[in-house]
Every structure is written in C-alpha cells, then in structure tokens.
C-alpha cells in the first residue's frame, strides 16, 4: 500500500509548533510523514517523535523521513499512549505536539481497509489492521438496535439512526454484514440524496462507525490532559479536526485549560483555587484557504486550535 497523503494546514502548523523555544517535538498523528518533514526542515535544532497506530504509516514515514533519521524516533501506537511513547525515547517534556485527527487519504481510498462508501470492501475500518479489536462488521454484526442507533446519532448526529438500527438488524438475521457496497446500498436506500446538502447518505454512518471501531473519541479525550501536561512551559499543542464532535472537544479542553476560575456564576469570590494552563493562540478555528481547498478538496471541513503552555 502506497501512502500518498496531502497534509493539511502544513506549513500553518508547522509555523505555531517551531515557534516554541525548545527542540523535542511530536507528531502524535504520523500519517505519511507531511508534517513531520515541514518541522525537521524548519528547525534544524529539532528531534521528533512520530506516532501512529496504522503500521502503513509509519513505514511510509520512515522512508520520507529518512535523511532526518538522527533526529527522529517512531512509534507503532496510539496516540492515546503518548506518555508511554515519550518515556520509550527517554524524554520526560516535550516542547510541542501536533494532532491531525480522523482518517488519510490513503486510508480512505484503500478499499481493503473498509473506510469508503466509493469502494466495495471489508467493513472493517480499523486505523492499525493487525489490531485484534472489534470490526465494522463485528459491531453491525453483533450489537444491539439501541447501540447501533447510538453510534449513528452520537458519532455521525444521523437523524434517522433507530430506522438505520432497525433495518441492519433485520438484515443481519438473513446474512451477516461483510462489505461495504451493501451497506451504502442500505443507507441511500433509507437517508436518500435530498435535504443530503451535496453529502452523500453514507457519509455520517461510515463515520460513526469508524469512530466506534478506534474509539476516536475517547482516544482524543484522553489524550489532550496528558499532551498539556507533558509539555514545557512555552511548549505549543496543535490540533487540527475534521467534523464538529472533535472540534468541540479540543475547544472546550482549551477553554478550560485557559481560564482561571470555572467557579459557577454568581459566587461573590473564587472558591476554585484553579489556575490557567494553557493560552490560546489561536481565538478562532484557523480554516484552510480557498487555494488549498481546491487543491485538496477533503481539507474544506478542516480546523486548526492551537495552545501555549504557560
């Protein structure tokens, strides 16, 4: 599998992460090694660690990075795992983190890995497929309507995910779900293309289902304490998102990381004793340029928040 991936907001990121006083970086979210290579060439200085779960990734990366391989450390795991990742190397701090959230293009336009409606292929959609972790197919398969209907409503905000539970489930009693044709066969059937704004009826089940399968979520929740906490002070925390249940996450984290009382309205005095973390660069969502949006159409959705450790 070849790994040709068109990094978003590359030189954007690079810009605020090599603004940061000290040298040992991470790319919490490797891809195809994009960002990774801008950081290297900025700064001279710099050593960095580059993470990711899908086993593709890194082996593209080791070989796109290969004239800074003095000055870079990989990793085969998730992000979620930072901490452990940065002991591995015998850093303690790190001075600046980027995560590029969701899925690659290589990974969406591999049919074998199942991430794609475009594509007849496995329901799978697992970002490291050697993982011995649950399916698309598996959660199709074997969860219940109710859960299924919360996966679509919760993850792809489907308003019509108890009907899409309901129809899966009668499916699954005839055969089981295995590819990816059948389903988006399914969906246009029951979402349609009207009222769809230009998406098509796939779209938000495929990716609820996908951040079912890698516990995007959660892995992104967990993340975001552990990155502020191990950077130095003036270290940088980059995120950048695709769709609004990411986005709201990192806001909100860098919201109340940068305020200095959560105490509730209407206290006379802070009873909180809290103190602010983080300063936000970036006041709103930084968005890619019309230029880059039609040289890459899939960065149209895309948002970049980036924070300073106080």
């Given at each position: 599998m070849t790994f040709l991936h068109q990094s978003v907001f590359l030189d954007q990121a690079a810009e605020i992460l090599c603004a940061a006083s000290g040298r040992r970086f991470v790319d919490a979210t490797l891809g195809g090694g994009g960002h990774a290579e801008a950081i290297l060439t900025r700064r001279q200085d710099a050593e960095l660690l580059g993470i990711d779960r899908d086993p593709n990734a890194i082996n593209a990366a080791s070989q796109r990075l290969a004239s800074f391989s003095n000055r870079t450390h990989l990793c085969h795991d998730r992000f979620s795992n930072?901490?452990?990742c940065v002991a591995?190397?015998?850093w303690q701090t790190i001075d600046g983190v980027l995560l590029d959230l969701g899925v690659s293009s290589p990974q969406l336009d591999t049919p074998e890995r199942g991430f794609s409606f475009r594509f007849d292929g496995p329901?799978?959609?697992r970002m490291d497929p050697s993982a011995q972790t649950d399916t698309a197919a598996d959660l199709l398969n074997n969860l219940s309507e109710t859960e299924l209907a919360d996966i679509f409503f919760n993850y792809g905000e489907e308003r019509l995910s108890r009907r899409i539970a309901r129809a899966i489930v009668a499916r699954r009693q005839e055969k089981p779900w295995q590819g990816t044709s059948?389903?988006?066969q399914l969906l246009e059937k029951i979402v349609g293309y009207k009222h769809q704004h230009g998406l098509h009826p796939a779209t938000r089940c495929f990716q609820a289902l996908r951040i079912a399968v890698n516990h995007e979520l959660d892995e992104?929740?967990?993340t975001l304490p552990v990155a502020a906490r191990l950077l130095n002070p003036q270290g940088r925390i980059a995120v950048i998102s695709f769709h609004s249940l990411e986005d709201r996450l990192v806001k909100n984290f860098f919201r109340h990381e940068s305020a200095s009382c959560v105490c509730p309205p209407g206290l006379p005095v802070c009873v909180c004793d809290k103190t602010a973390t983080l300063t936000i660069l970036t006041r709103k969502a930084l968005r890619p340029t019309t230029a880059?949006?039609?040289?890459n159409p899939r960065a149209s959705c895309a948002k970049l928040r980036a924070a300073s450790k106080n």
């Open positions: 930072l901490e452990a591995s190397i015998g329901l799978d959609m059948e389903l988006a992104l929740e967990n880059e949006t039609q040289a």
